[in-house]
């Protein structure tokens, strides 16, 4: 299973982002995908989840100013990041949990994708 995650960038305080992962390879199904992001100098911590039944969590740092969501096809995962804050900048990096078609569970992680906001 490959997870290629994608759309940090540069972006100014206030400003908003979208990033996106997608999921592919030998999936059975997915029973949940999450962003988690690390700053320098600080431990990774999770931002945001989302299970096969389109539950949604956020860490309390990004509760109403990122939206988790996914595709029909609940292979892509995308983070709408707005309202960014100089403070959510990070190395952001996509998680999946997923089944393969003997049902046995992986966890597999994504390359991360660079978000830097400036103030």
């Known amino acids: 299973v490959q997870l290629q995650a994608s759309g940090g960038g540069l972006v100014q305080a206030g400003g908003s982002l979208r990033l996106s992962c997608a999921a592919s390879?030998?999936?059975?199904?997915?029973?949940?995908m999450l962003w988690f992001r690390q700053a320098p100098g600080k431990q990774r911590e999770v931002v945001a989840r989302?299970?096969?039944?389109?539950?949604?969590n956020y860490a309390d740092s990004v509760k109403g100013r990122f939206t988790i969501s996914e595709d029909n096809a609940k292979t892509t995962v995308y983070l709408q990041m707005d309202s960014l804050k100089v403070e959510d900048t990070a190395v952001y990096y996509c998680?999946?949990?997923?089944?393969?078609?003997?049902?046995?569970?992986?966890?597999?992680w994504g390359q991360g994708t660079l978000v830097t906001v400036s103030s």
């Open positions: 390879g030998s999936i059975g199904s997915i029973n949940a």
């Open positions: 989302i299970n096969s039944g389109g539950t949604t």
């Open positions: 998680n999946a949990n997923v089944d393969d078609y003997s049902g046995r569970s992986a966890l597999y």
